[in-house]
């Protein structure tokens, strides 16, 4: 059985209603892995490796919002003082191997960036041999593995919560429909996956391209392998932005209605706000970081700073604080892969996580649907690993 430890520190009187997501938990870290040894009574030297100097739209913002909530982090440690020091990637990896590198020779003992996948996997191949682990941003797991984490939300986690909710409820038979690019063979392959060890079925498999014309031709297929199959659901890889809009019109229309098969997500179907709107996905299934949690986040950020916070920079806040919630613990090998993977995880700004060996991560998720164009949970994020989801 997986616990999460006590918490290693309180906030201030001033933040105590926001405690669930602005600290984290720590249990004692098992042993030396790979990673260096350090002077836990001293100010330990973090890297942070951001967008930067990118040229394109958003990053520099992005930056500084990754920035900022380290530094909202930092404040929540009491006990620990991280020395944190900023690098700018300019999204390149070349830049991101040259950074890394000369942010292990200022003395950095982890680094936690960058965000670009490529970016990501180039800064932790600089600093391998200097056994020096990277808490990456991204959330591309083909990356994962060696020094190298990802923080981000995977597909695979999600994918596995969902599966085992629809066994939950009695789900028997499920139809993936997947987008016919990376990002939709990524997700069929981590819906697969989670379907081959949950309770539910792999009824089929249906494939589309990513135009209006490939969604509508592959409507009728989805019709006949959910007919021909008896499929209770349908696990979609469609994202607010692409083809969601449009198979939420569809397919009811087409005679596959939610009233007998159950619509379930890969993406959020809550952001943006309006796609709360559309009939066709009132009903539909989707998971979501802890919302309490994420919301208590986002307003003490935006007291803090007046601003609301990049959707990702609580990946930022996460990873400063459970270094700080190992190091805290006093250890000299609180940074190696050992102790950043123990089982019993972190409690983050959306709820609970945890490293996993491989370097990919699992983090505790909701179940939502939407209602009368609202979002409601309908299974709660589980508060530790030993609950419910896991």
Not at 107 to 125: C, E, F, H, R, S
Not at 241 to 258: D, H, K, N, R, T
Not at 288 to 307: I, M, V
Request: charged content about 10%; overall charge neutral.
């Amino acid at each position: 059985m997986f616990t999460v430890c006590k918490p290693v520190s309180k906030l201030a009187k001033a933040a105590a209603a926001l405690t669930t997501a602005a600290f984290l938990a720590a249990c004692e870290p098992g042993g030396l892995g790979g990673g260096p040894s350090i002077n836990t009574s001293a100010p330990v030297p973090v890297a942070l490796l951001v967008p930067s100097g990118s040229g394109q739209s958003g990053d520099a913002a992005l930056a500084q919002s990754l920035e900022n909530a380290a530094r909202l982090a930092m404040s929540d440690l009491p006990n620990v003082t991280i020395d944190l020091r900023v690098y700018d990637t300019a999204g390149n990896p070349n830049t991101a191997t040259a950074v890394a590198q000369q942010a292990v020779a200022d003395g950095a003992k982890i680094i936690i960036g960058p965000v670009y996948a490529q970016a990501a996997n180039a800064a932790g191949l600089a600093v391998l041999s200097n056994n020096v682990n990277v808490l990456s941003f991204s959330n591309n797991t083909s990356i994962a593995g060696g020094n190298v984490f990802v923080l981000g939300p995977t597909f695979d986690n999600t994918a596995n919560r969902l599966a085992n909710f629809a066994g939950s409820q009695g789900k028997v038979n499920t139809v993936i429909v997947h987008s016919n690019d990376a990002a939709g063979q990524l997700g069929q392959a981590a819906i697969a996956n989670a379907l081959a060890s949950s309770p539910v079925n792999n009824a089929g498999t249906v494939g589309y391209d990513r135009s209006q014309q490939g969604v509508i031709n592959s409507v009728p297929t989805i019709k006949a392998t959910v007919d021909s199959t008896g499929a209770d659901s349908i696990f979609l890889t469609a994202t607010t932005a692409g083809a969601l809009p449009l198979f939420s019109q569809l397919l009811p229309e087409a005679g596959v209605s939610q009233a007998t098969t159950q619509f379930i997500g890969l993406t959020r179907w809550d952001i943006p706000p309006q796609t709360l709107e559309l009939p066709g996905v009132q009903g539909g299934w989707f998971a979501l970081p802890d919302p309490s949690k994420a919301q208590a986040y986002r307003q003490r950020y935006n007291a803090t700073y007046g601003e609301a916070p990049h959707p990702i920079s609580g990946l930022a806040y996460d990873g400063i604080a459970a270094i700080g919630a190992l190091v805290s613990q006093g250890k000299s090998d609180a940074l190696t892969s050992a102790a950043l993977t123990q089982n019993a995880g972190f409690q983050g700004v959306g709820g609970i996580f945890r490293l996993r060996p491989n370097g990919t991560n699992e983090r505790g998720l909701a179940v939502a649907t939407i209602q009368n164009k609202q979002v409601v949970v309908i299974d709660p994020a589980p508060q530790s690993f030993s609950g419910a989801g896991f």
